[in-house]
């Protein structure tokens, strides 16, 4: 089970870097294009664009295949969204590369925690989907500062072609340590949605709406705020990210704690 936990803890991860691996170099990103910055910003939505998209797709072709199958279809589009907005010269390209790797997001982290409950012991499946999770967290702390590092060393493109092969290493991973499990779920569709007839899990939405509203807001413009407002030095905005990764962990630290459910 660990090395199934640590494969999806690297999709995670390169899932949290291609979402996030953006923002520290999207000045360059701009540039390099011919667009200005509030319009590279973009490139921010185009990403959840796809992932609003795929999550519900996936849910539907979900029972038709194994699950293994719709994780390495998952990370194959990573792979390939990746490469495509490495390799872009304009901004249709920038955009298809963002829906394309934004696409598997939502879903990745859906599948992989019905995997995990149903390899996981009795008791331990929170631990289980916790640590897949972990895989996100470290790209927040560590993989964005290093990715915005490797773009000013060499170039943006550099890191999203090195984000790009790191899933394909990811693609590998699924392949020998995650099993051939299905999900038999017979839940229709509209079924999943009777939930929200109650102001529950709306308050959670409000709650997610705002929280990553601020987040992306913050991580988006950051980088050109500090250097053509604040005066920081270009080279050093790598350490921008570097103090927010902390922040990021706390909050990962703290929603473990025993609070009162809505």
Known sequence: MKKTIFSLALGTFGLGMAEFGIMGVLPEVAHDVGISIPVAGNMISYYACGVVIGAPVMALISSRFSLKSIMLFLAALTVIGNAIFAFSSSYAMLAVGRLVSGFPH????????????????????TAAVAGMIGGMTVANLIGVPAGTWLGHQFSWRDTFMALSLFNVAVFLSIIRWVPTLFDKSTTRLREQFYFLKSPAPWLIFAATLFGN???????S?????????????????????????????????????????L
């Not at 599948?111 to 995990?116: E, F, K, W």
């Not at 509203?213 to 991580?219: E, K, L, S, T, Y």
């Not at 980088?223 to 990021?248: C, E, Q, S, T, W």
């Open 106 to 125: 939502g879903a990745f982290f859906g599948v992989g925690a019905i995997i995990l409950s149903k390899i996981a012991p009795p008791g331990k499946v």
């Open 213 to 219: 509203a601020g987040v992306f807001a913050w991580f």
């Open 221 to 261: 413009y950051i980088k050109p705020f500090m250097i053509n407002v604040a005066g920081f030095f270009r080279r050093r905005d790598h350490l921008y990210y570097d103090a927010g990764g902390p922040g990021n962990g706390a909050g990962q630290r703290a929603q473990r704690q025993n609070f009162r459910p």
